[in-house]
């Protein structure tokens, strides 16, 4: 395009903010192919702004305000006039390019719109925190994890250990979930009887050992946890509570802020316990080969009830008394 040529190494400084109540920062602003480029002062890309999508939204304290959003939240203010000047002059030729179509074009225009909308409202969101959640490496998965659990501690208190606890923890780790990539932790956590976070941590109440005679609570709820994480990653739970703009920031910069993950673990905390299917939980205590009475009854869950569960002479207890006894006291050491 003629016009882009024209400014193409042009370059001003601007301020621009990202939310409505995020603080604005300096950014270098440039002309990309059909974008208007905006970088940090290493020359680092922060975001690229559609020029077609370029609006006016008056003037600022010292130039004119621009804004690709129609609540103008996200803004970018230029007091340099050439660069104004230059916005103004592309996004006329834009226009000047555009067709003017008739009603069957507009017609045509009107469906691919609907058809975009609907896309954009049902699908798109639910793909784009499915496709974040996807590719977060394992490292990042469990920085988050760890910065989740950190906040988590806030409120409930440290994680509980002890060695002869965390010996006999690894032995059911070993027995009940039977993968490297999760950890089982101890810890005060009022009411809520589990809970797992990115990273592959399951945390489980310290109460769920309290006046039990062997481990079988306290796997079920391991179980539990394996379930709800085998059908959906807390990954995705983590990115839909951040919402599409937030998950969008993440894709181009990898990067989270703080106070969502403070948000997301106080959600997840006081939220209410998922309930994966049945055939998930079976399956697993099958492979522990595990009891599932004394987790059904506990978890309220009757659809678990079966008539040919393990009886006690037909299982290796999952711990032996000298280790359940040591994760009794994990709290306590």
Not at 83 to 90: G, R, T, V
Request: proline share 5%.
């Amino acid at each position: 395009m003629t016009a882009i040529k024209e400014f193409e190494r042009l370059e001003s400084l601007g301020l621009w903010r990202g939310l409505k109540d995020s603080q604005r920062r300096e950014v270098v602003v440039s002309f990309g192919e059909a974008t208007l480029v905006l970088s940090d002062i290493n020359n680092r890309p922060i975001t690229h702004w559609s020029l077609a999508a370029i609006e006016d939204a008056g003037n600022g304290e010292n130039g004119v305000i621009f804004t690709v959003d129609d609540l103008g939240e996200e803004t970018l203010e230029i007091d340099d006039q050439i660069m104004i000047s230059a916005i103004y002059k592309i996004k006329a030729s834009i226009e000047a390019r555009r067709p003017h179509p008739g009603r069957l074009r507009w017609f045509l225009g009107a469906g691919i719109l609907i058809s975009f909308l609907v896309i954009s409202i049902f699908w798109l969101p639910n793909a784009l925190t499915q496709y974040a959640s996807n590719i977060v490496p394992d490292s990042k998965a469990v920085e988050i994890g760890e910065v989740i659990l950190k906040s988590i501690q806030k409120t409930t208190g440290s994680v509980c250990t002890s060695p002869p606890g965390e010996r006999a923890l690894r032995r059911l780790e070993n027995r009940v979930i039977g993968s490297p990539s999760n950890r089982i932790r101890i810890i005060e956590m009022g009411n809520r009887p589990s809970l797992h976070i990115p990273g592959g941590n399951i945390l489980i109440n310290h109460r769920l050992t309290i006046d039990e005679p062997n481990a079988n609570l306290i796997a079920g709820y391991a179980i539990l946890e394996r379930a709800i994480e085998d059908e959906k990653s807390p990954l995705f739970d983590l990115f839909k509570s951040m919402g599409l703009k937030k998950t969008l920031k993440f894709l181009g910069t990898g990067d989270i802020d703080n106070s969502d993950l403070e948000y997301f673990a106080n959600n997840q905390l006081f939220g209410s316990l998922s309930a994966p299917r049945a055939e998930t939980i079976i399956e697993l205590f099958t492979v522990a080969e595990i009891p599932l009475s004394r987790f059904a009854n506990h978890a309220n869950r009757i659809d678990l009830i079966v008539k040919d569960d393990l009886m006690k002479e037909q299982y290796l207890p999952i711990l032996d008394d000298k280790d359940w006894l040591n994760l009794q006291e994990i709290c306590t050491n």
